[in-house]
Each structure stands twice: as structure tokens, then as C-alpha cells.
């Protein structure tokens, strides 16, 4: 590893990390700024380290041809990583309904990147893409891992097969796209803005893929993804946050809509899946205000302030933002774009500077 | 011996947890064995693990470590699976 300039370790290697987390949740911000900057820096180093390994190992493979090169692999139940190969780009489509999901997935994926964004593949210049399904038995989840996604079949108790919500799919191909470009650490108001991101970006696959308009989306995250069973319609709403699900067995969404309900907590990084609802519903919010297609505004915005190279490793919510302001100024002018993005922040408690 | 595991984050964010108390249980051997190499294979410190993996916390007999997916032991794997799956 390299150095990293300037930084100054503020508790690295003399407190252990468990008692970070105590500090970093400490009430006192003298006691819990820095123990969080530390358990970031150490995230980030995680995930640079991890980005380093998939760049070395991509970039003969880049084929920058405006084309999506697709592979879906069969994990069979297992947990090796990719698998089997079981349809690869331009193959006809089998009898595995999951398999053609994720393939048709990720050309969705490929397709909005592309024609909204002149964005080819997650990385800009072609990365194949590359997806596993039938991961693990009864598995109730699905990941980006650092080099593809990964998808369960659910335990059709709870969660039926994450293949199923497109949207799904698009947020782990997002979090491929937040990875090569503002590289957001996945821990606190940073992790929950790297998984807004990819909650607004598979919002927007989902929309382009059916041609709707911001008014006529539902603006769930993981709509057809909950068995019968359960009491809910999606695992989160960007529309109002909190309330997706209330179950016996699930419990109540946790999503908070402003930074009055924020949450604290060092579980799940640090509330990455809890207060991304705060910036999901910023987004929502000046996406209808300014109406039409989402993609084609505010999530243009969004789209340049992720790839604008502005935007550093531990962006607070604040810092967000700004950038977003800034964004829609630089690209619409001092218009209804603005407008849109400078009130939705307002409207959930975030301060634009 | 008292095996808990806690699970968070995971794409749906849902936290889960469960524990299994071996004493008189006919197959508790076989726990033990189980929960001791899941445990010798466990970091001191949670893990940051990959966007939407879940992470887990393994507590044996009071004694806590930590481990995320994709990266589990296949005892990890097991008994996280066993514990979720049979314990209350």
C-alpha cells in the first residue's frame, strides 16, 4: 500500500476498533467525530484496496464499444464465486426464468447508463458485466461484491427471488458505478449516500425501462420482492420513506423521511439501508417537482455530481448537497432545476451551502 | 453453551437474530465443535463488508466475533445458517 498524504490516523492501531464504534455513537461529537473519521478512513482503505484489485483486473478486459458484454453465472445453491456460466452476451434466452431476468437486467442497466448518460458500462469504458444467480439455499439477499453481482433466491417465506424487482438489479450495478467513481465508504451519512445513489439509479432503470414519468412512478425499491405472506408492498419507498412494510415477522420500515428522525447506530455500517431515505426522498421530492422523466433532470443532477470528481470518499449529507446545487446551476442555469433540487434538500432537513 | 448470531444490513437492511442453548441437547457435540471453529475464524472487530452484504455477529459463551459475507468460513456459513434456521 501507499501512503496517504496528510492523513493523520487520529486513534488507528492504539484503540481497538470495537471501542471506535462505542465512540463513534457516542453522544459527545469531541468523542465520536473522530472515532467515526477513523472507522471511515478504515472502510475507505478496505474498499480502495478492493478497487485497486478489480481495476488491475479489468482494464485488458474493457471492450469500449457502446455494447453491453454480459455473463450470468449459476452459483447451483453454492457460495462459489462466479459459478457456472450459463448464458453469455447475444445467447438466446433459456428456461431459467432468473437467469434471463439478470441478463435482461443488466442490459437495462447498460442502456440507461448509456442513452442518458453517454456512460458505457459501469466504469466508462466497457467493463463486462457479470452476474451470479441461485446463490446459497433459501438466501434472503443480493450484494455487489467488488466485481459482480450476486443474487439469492429468497426463502419464499419472507423474500421471494431478488432477481425479480428490476430496480433491484440496477442498485447493485450502481454501487459497481459509485465504486468507480466517487467511491463513497460504505459507513454513515457517506455509506448512506452510496446507498441512495443506488436506490435513485435503480429507481431510474426502472422507470426508463417502463417509459414513465416521475408522477407516474410508484418509487419503490423492491416492489414484487416480498412473499405473499408479508404485510408490505416493498423494502423501501423513496416517496415516503417509513412506510414500505409493517409485518409480525419483517417489523416496521425504519426508513426515517428527514434528518429530524435520524437515525444513530453502529449496526448496518452504521444505518447505510436506514438513512438513505433522507437523500432517496430529496431525490424524490425535486425529481416530481420538476415533472417528466426523472432521469433526464434530476437524475442528471445526481449523475454529475457522482461522477463530477468532486464528491469525496466521506461526503456528509451537507456536502451532497451543495454539490447537487452546484450541479443543477452549472448544467440548467438558474432555472426550475435549481429550483427543484435547492427545495427538496429543504424539505428534508438538509443544509445546502 | 449459549450460541447467538445477529445479522444486519443485507440489501432489505433487516436485522435478525437468533440463539441456541446446547445443554441436553442430544446432538450438542456437535454444536460445540461447530461454534468453536466459527468463532477461532472470527475477526475481534466488524468487518466492513461489501455494499448490501450482511454482516454478522457470532456470540459463543459470552465471547464475541464478527464476520461478513461473501467472505464466511463454511463453518461461519453453517452454523449462521443452523442458528437462524433452528434457534429461537
Known amino acids: 500500500m501507499t501512503t496517504h498524504g496528510g492523513f493523520e490516523p487520529v486513534f488507528c492501531t492504539i484503540v481497538p476498533p470495537h471501542v471506535l464504534d462505542r465512540l463513534a455513537q457516542a453522544e459527545d461529537p469531541a468523542l465520536a467525530r473522530p472515532a467515526r473519521r477513523t472507522l471511515q478512513r478504515d472502510a475507505f482503505e478496505r474498499t480502495q484496496r478492493r478497487l485497486t484489485t478489480v481495476i488491475g483486473a479489468t482494464a485488458a478486459a474493457a471492450v469500449a464499444d457502446g455494447r453491453p458484454q454480459r455473463t450470468v453465472h449459476d452459483a447451483r445453491h453454492g457460495t462459489d464465486l462466479p459459478g457456472h456460466k450459463v448464458r453469455g452476451e447475444g445467447d438466446k434466452p433459456g428456461k431459467d426464468a432468473t437467469v434471463n431476468r439478470a441478463y435482461a437486467g443488466l442490459g437495462a442497466t447498460f442502456e440507461l447508463f448509456l442513452q442518458a448518460y453517454r456512460r458505457d458500462s459501469i466504469d466508462g469504458n466497457g467493463l463486462p458485466l457479470n452476474a451470479t444467480v441461485h446463490y446459497d439455499r433459501d438466501y434472503n439477499n443480493a ?119 435520524f437515525v444513530r447506530t453502529g449496526r448496518d455500517n452504521g444505518g447505510v439501508h436506514i438513512n438513505s431515505g433522507i437523500p432517496n426522498h430529496a431525490f424524490h421530492l425535486a425529481a416530481t417537482a420538476l415533472g417528466g422523466h426523472a432521469w433526464e433532470r434530476a437524475g442528471q443532477v445526481w449523475y454529475d455530481v457522482l461522477t463530477g470528481g468532486e464528491l469525496r470518499q466521506d461526503a456528509m449529507f451537507t456536502d451532497f448537497a451543495t454539490l447537487t446545487v452546484k450541479a443543477a446551476r452549472e448544467r440548467f442555469g438558474d432555472g426550475e432545476e435549481l429550483d427543484a433540487v435547492s427545495k427538496g434538500w429543504e424539505q428534508v432537513g438538509v443544509r445546502t451551502l | 453453551m449459549r450460541i447467538q448470531v445477529r445479522r444486519t444490513g443485507g440489501f432489505a437492511g433487516i436485522e435478525r437474530h437468533a440463539e441456541v442453548d446446547t445443554s441436553g441437547r442430544s446432538d450438542a457435540s456437535e454444536w460445540h465443535a461447530l461454534a468453536e471453529q466459527a468463532v477461532a475464524a472470527g475477526r475481534s472487530t466488524p468487518p466492513v463488508g461489501v455494499p448490501d452484504g450482511f454482516s454478522y455477529q457470532l456470540t459463543v459463551d459470552g465471547r464475541t466475533v464478527y464476520c461478513a459475507d461473501p467472505r464466511l468460513t463454511d463453518e461461519q456459513r453453517k452454523l449462521i445458517s443452523r442458528v437462524l434456521k433452528e434457534g429461537a
Open chain 1, 143 to 261: 450484494f455487489w461484491n467488488g466485481e459482480q453481482m450476486v443474487f439469492g433466491d429468497g426463502d419464499g417465506e419472507i423474500f421471494l427471488d431478488f432477481t425479480i424487482p428490476i430496480d433491484v438489479i440496477g442498485h447493485e450495478l450502481a454501487h459497481g458505478v459509485t465504486q468507480y467513481t466517487a467511491n463513497l465508504t460504505y459507513f454513515g451519512q457517506p455509506g448512506a449516500l452510496n446507498e441512495s445513489l443506488s436506490d435513485v439509479f435503480g429507481a431510474l432503470i426502472k422507470q426508463y425501462t417502463l417509459g414513465q414519468t416521475a408522477a407516474e412512478a410508484d418509487w419503490l425499491i423492491g416492489a414484487g420482492l416480498l412473499a405473499p405472506r408479508v404485510t408490505g408492498t416493498a423494502l423501501r419507498s423513496m416517496k415516503e420513506p417509513g412506510t414500505a412494510y409493517d409485518d409480525d415477522v419483517l417489523g416496521k420500515d425504519p426508513q426515517p423521511a428527514t434528518m429530524d428522525d
